[in-house]
């Protein structure tokens, strides 16, 4: 998952050494290495450069702040911003209803002019505009080191908090930028907002749980420390943001999940909408999307071609991901041919969005690699293929990571960006096979393979239509397939398996059942995992599902099957958790399907995929 974390096992040698809190455990770095004079010029260029955009989104706070008609009114005589002035009824009213209110109160007090902001929806502009320029600020010091000699364990999860810190001052201004323009948003404005807040969150998350195994005394030149330092408060300054949209009625939480201390009514909402066999697409696509995921590849026109043999546009995938514009409002379509491709740092950056990569079909287009936590990376860094651009959709490709069980944590796809479509992939490793990083997500007609965690993130994701493999792991390891990391009660993210089917590969059968299988585990406190008229094979152990750390997050969580079937489907010894819930209710998994789930109604008809946007075949 995210950070290191190891197998479900009684952890021998090695195991017990790397054993963290988290469920993957990193190895110790290795002595510092010293970077040349060429890196060190472009590491001062680097900061330059950050330390530009930090000034950018500076400015960006401010102007933003006025934009939403929360103008300072400090009279002369009044007391200095944060300094012995009276939070208003208001403020503290709306910072009683979040987990962290001294925090909330300060720094709502720190903005000019709070006390004039009377409603909630005021609160919240106040809010997120807080939290962005202490974002800001953090990722602007935090550049600033980025010339310090650093071991490649720390270089590593310095190098990853950068990137994450930098996506998470971008999803700020989308949702200070979307709350500004409330009246005139789109009805889908509100799943935006919370969407981008708890991907800021997830990010922050990410980043600080890379320092977690990086070794005491500041880990390289105080790195660790500084970051420490840059990074106070910032989880807590968003989880305050989504309890105070919340409350204003801007959230959207599932009526009957059991969330404690909750401190909110839940609004009303619009009866959710059965939609026919026939409407084939949910709404984030356009027309011509829609047609190119059904189109076969001799008919398609693709912007650049990947093929090895040099009778295309590029040779490599890095070539055509460089070549691709940026920011771009159309789609462009990168065809790979068939080929294996083992190339280093593949990544679809920010901003290369509405990137669409197209394969000659599972087993024959395959994009490889063997990076593992061995390697003294991060867990962010092992991907094979990382995605972050909005609009990211991959098609007929298989993606794979090959260092195996004995490797620990290596991810073969790692994806982090909004509106995502994985369409008639392969994904397979073993341990952290599939990284579904943060914000909204869709599978469809994947084949997924994997040991411990394989399924593992905090993106809003459903997959559907899937077949969801579990292998055999190395000894005194138990398979666990999903492990779910939400932080937070108020963060919209979870793991929906829709009408797919767990499944098990030859050499996990020749064990006879010796090695159990469980549907997940709780990574983080609020975590939350769905199987829904699936098919559940014999592999799977009677209780369902694992703890994560003797009681930790059960009564928490939010775990729930609805009418499975299958030999491992059966109910009577499924585990008696608190958050464990018997989905007897249609509306209540109503609310984890394609159509509520990720409001997929509204965007995933364009990118044309075949969906089931309600429960029902």
């Given amino acids: 998952m995210g950070y290191e974390r190891l197998g479900p096992s009684g952890a021998t040698g090695l195991e017990a050494a790397m054993a963290s809190s988290h469920p993957h455990a990193a190895t110790s770095a290795p002595p510092e290495i010293g970077r040349s004079d060429i890196n060190r010029k472009n590491n001062k260029r680097k900061v330059a450069v950050l330390s530009c955009v930090g000034v950018a989104a500076v400015a960006l706070i401010l102007f933003a702040g006025l934009f939403a008609g929360l103008r300072a009114r400090v009279k002369p005589g009044q007391p200095a911003p944060g300094l012995a002035r009276k939070p208003s009824q208001a403020i503290s009213r709306a910072c009683g209803l979040t987990r962290f209110p001294d925090l909330c109160v300060d720094s709502l007090m720190e903005f000019p002019g709070s006390e004039s902001a009377a409603t909630p929806r005021d609160l919240v502009h106040v809010a997120v505009n807080m939290t962005l320029h202490h974002f800001s600020r953090a990722f602007y010091s935090s550049s600033g080191i980025s010339f310090l000699h650093m071991p490649p364990r720390v270089r590593s999860a310095y190098d990853a908090c950068l990137e994450l810190l930098d996506d998470s001052v971008d999803a700020l201004s989308r949702a200070l930028s979307s709350l500004s323009a409330a009246g005139r948003a789109s009805p889908a404005a509100p799943a935006d907002v919370v969407t981008w807040l708890s991907a800021a969150l997830t990010n922050h998350d990410t980043c600080t749980e890379g320092f977690d195994a990086v070794d005491g005394g500041g880990g390289g030149n105080g ?26 009625g801007g959230g959207d939480d599932f009526s009957g999940v059991p969330i404690q201390n909750r401190r909110r009514l839940l609004g009303g909402r619009d009866p959710p ?6 409407e084939k697409y949910p709404g984030w696509l356009r027309r011509r999307e829609r047609e190119l995921l059904e189109m076969p590849v001799s008919r398609i026109q693709a912007d650049i071609i990947v093929s090895p043999g040099g009778n295309g546009t590029c040779k490599t995938i890095a070539e055509a991901i460089k070549k691709a514009p940026e920011r771009s409002t159309r789609r462009t379509i990168i065809y790979v041919k068939a080929g294996r491709y083992e190339e280093k740092n593949l990544k679809v950056g920010r901003k290369k969005i509405n990137l669409m990569f197209i394969g000659d079909g599972k087993g024959k287009t395959v994009i490889s690699g063997g990076k593992s936590i061995f390697d003294n990376i ?8 990382a995605a972050t651009g909005a609009g990211f959709i991959a098609r007929d490709i298989t993606f794979e990571n090959w260092a195996g069980p004995a490797k620990h944590q290596a991810v073969a796809l790692r994806v982090g960006a909004d509106h995502a479509v994985i369409f008639r992939c392969n994904i397979i490793g073993y341990q952290d096979t599939l990284y579904v990083h943060s914000n909204r997500q869709f599978y469809r007609e994947c084949d997924i393979y994997g040991t411990v965690d394989f399924i593992f993130g905090n993106a809003a994701v459903v997959l559907q239509n899937c077949s969801i493999y579990a292998r055999k792991p190395m000894d005194l390891q138990k398979n666990t397939i999903t492990a779910q990391n939400r932080k937070d009660p108020n963060q919209n993210t979870g793991i929906s398996i829709h009408a797919s089917r767990v499944l098990s590969t030859s050499d ?7 090695i159990q299988t469980y549907l997940g585990r709780p990574w983080k406190l609020y975590s939350r995992t769905v199987y829904m008229l699936s098919y559940i094979g014999n592999h799977v152990h009677p209780r369902g599902w694992l703890e994560w750390n003797t009681t930790f997050a059960l009564d928490t969580l939010y775990y729930g099957e609805y009418m499975n079937y299958g030999p491992g489907s059966g109910l009577e010894q499924r ?21 509520e789930f990720i409001y997929g109604s509204s965007w995933l008809p364009s990118t044309g995929v075949s969906f089931l946007a309600g429960l029902n075949m």
């Fill in 223 to 248: 790195v660790k420390d500084q970051m420490t330092a840059a990074l106070k408060n910032l989880s807590e300054l968003v989880s305050n943001c989504l309890a105070i949209f919340s409350s204003s």
């Fill in 273 to 278: 909408r059965e939609i026919s066999r026939d």
């Fill in 378 to 385: 991060t867990t962010f860094h092992t991907a094979s293929f």
């Fill in 508 to 514: 996990l059968v020749a064990t006879n059942g010796s």
């Fill in 575 to 595: 585990v008696k958790w608190p958050g464990y819930r018997v989905m007897n209710s249609t509306e209540e998994a109503t609310r984890f399907t394609v159509a």
